[in-house]
């Protein structure tokens, strides 16, 4: 109408805010390319209606939308400059020292980008200035949701930082301010976001009944806001959130339901056909639960699913931080599934291009979190001095992300890695000051009574070196910390993979001692539990596991006809996982364990066949 009103080559201000709108939803829709065509042509018809060198309030507005795609697609320093002009020109229009609204608007935006960046002291820098010119704005004492969106914004930060008492702390400033700006028996999108937020610290924590408790809040709050049949990006996340507690819960099939509501919302809103980062986003976390169950191809198909989508979105030859994360976990399954060169390829693709995306001199959490990867890998390698080089530098860029000085859950985690590969060395005197190095923090991050799985996997890494040791009292002491604390995190009666783990874990130590009643005791209860999680029909390398161990009993007790029944079913399950012809250390054990039973069993020929098979995958894995 307006076209047909000033004309098509007319420029006009209706015109430049009709652009601006269409480049909105097109922003909404994830369709940034579309967004940035218009919300380009509304700055250009604002060039020309208030001239090239004028300075105007929603020219400066146009610097920030084209700066908000800049930022979405991960362009962080082309959303940097567009912000910063749109922060120069407000400050033009308004006076070097005014106090406005629009101007803490724009610090806020660029400390959200310093926030993707991982850079948080100049994030918190810029929210703090957002939010004191808010309160000059508004009064020092007033209640606003723009002083409270900017409590939330810090609280985000601290968070990210793993100081999750700060974040605690602003994040219920920001709920107590929203209540008191809505009413106490409002139902508002923004104090829902609240309590979204507040589950994020406390999933963070490790605290999963009450993450749950408060993403259900904001799950019910979005949908009273929006209709209890609605679809609304907002329940699709509250969907995702929930998910995410289920699956650090062990509990996947939940997860899976929990995803895939997210899902299916998302399709609604953006379409069947529709490409968009949230969608990409669902399918990660659909992968993500198929690799937790070990159905590896499921988990690459979703994950090829996602990166696909996320090069349709931000461009085949984009670079940004989901495609990144994709090509990560594409090489997390490659890992596991034994595939070492694709996993190294995948991760070290990711690698180079969160330094495309952050910077090649850059430190970020991303970033280190990728050398972990590619850490890791050389690790199941038996490559263990480059696992000790990459693990390094991952714990150097998260000394340098978080601080010097700093307690985190990251850094506990670098520690933990490290002493993985002095364990596996042999060095276990660095291993175990390794393991105490993380568990001390760990208990600083989440309190020295806390309940946390991190806290039971550091009393399992220091029992399993004490096992290595022969110091079997003390591992099996650690061992025993490490199971009561997961059943307090997950519950007594709660079937769950990491259970599972510690159960072996004893039975591995009652097997040493030769207590091998005690020992297939145990390995029994590991082998039902790993078939509750995963299924009774199941095929996992968890299972195929389990069945080794109970056949190395037998083997020990001379029951060799029930440990060569065992092996064998550990074998034919290892190769229903990783492939009939796939060479993996685990097959190549299997078929050592069965030469072992032949050559006892006087079978002779037989046991040559097996340890030859078993030497020849071996040879084959260490090319």
Partial sequence: MQVAVYGSDTVHADSASSYTNIGKVYSSMGEYSKALEYYRKGLEMRLAVFGSDAVHAD?????????????????????????????????AVYGSDAVHANIASSYTNIGNVYS??????????????????????????????????????????????GEYSKALEYYWKGLEMQVAVYGSDAVHAGIASSYTNIGNVYSGMGEYSKALEYYRKGLEMRQAVYGSDAVHAD???????????????????????????????????????????????????????????????KA????????????????????????????????????????????????????????????SDAVHADIASSYTNIGCVYVDMG?????????????????????????????????????????????YSKALEDYRKGLEMQLAVYGSDAVHAHIASSYNNIGGVYSNMGEYSKALEYYRKSLEIKLAVYGSDAVHAHIAGSYSNIGNVYLKMGELSKALKYYMKGVELRQGVYGSDAVHADIASSYHNIGNVYRDMGEYSKALEYYRKGLEMELAVYGSDAVHTDIASSYTNIGKIYYCMGNYSKALEYYRKGLEMGNCIRQ
């Fill in 59 to 91: 020219i400066a507005g146009s610097y920030n939308n084209v700066g908000n795609v800049y930022s979405n697609i991960g362009e962080y320093s082309k959303a940097l400059e567009y912000y910063w002009k749109g922060l120069e020109m407000q400050v």
């Fill in 116 to 161: 993707n960046m991982g850079e948080y002291s100049k994030a918190l820098e810029y929210y703090r200035k957002g939010l004191e010119m808010r309160q000059a704005v508004y009064g020092s004492d007033a209640v606003h949701a723009d002083i409270a969106g900017s409590y939330n914004n810090i609280g985000n930060v601290y968070s990210n930082m």
């Fill in 235 to 297: 329940i699709a996340s509250s969907y995702t959130n929930i998910g995410n507690v289920y699956s650090d819960m062990g509990e996947y099939s939940k997860a899976l339901e929990s995803y895939k509501k997210g899902l299916q919302i998302g399709l609604a809103i953006f379409g069947s056909d529709a490409v968009h980062a949230d969608i990409a986003r669902s399918y990660t976390n659909i992968g993500s639960v198929y690799s937790n169950i070990g159905e590896d191809s």
């Fill in 383 to 427: 490559e263990y001095s480059k696992a000790l080089e990459y693990f390094s530098k991952s714990l150097e860029i998260k000394l340098a992300v978080y601080g010097s000085d700093a307690v985190h859950a990251d850094i506990a985690c670098s520690y933990t890695n490290i002493g993985i590969v002095h364990r596996q060395m042999g060095e």
């Fill in 300 to 359: 690459l198909e979703y994950y090829r699913n996602s990166l696909e989508m996320q090069l349709a979105v931000y461009g085949s030859d984009a670079v940004h931080a989901d495609i990144a994360s994709s090509y990560t976990s594409i090489g997390s399954v490659y890992s596991k599934m034994g595939e070492y060169s694709k996993a190294l390829e995948h991760n070290r693709t990711g690698l180079e291009m969160q330094l495309a995306v952050y910077g």
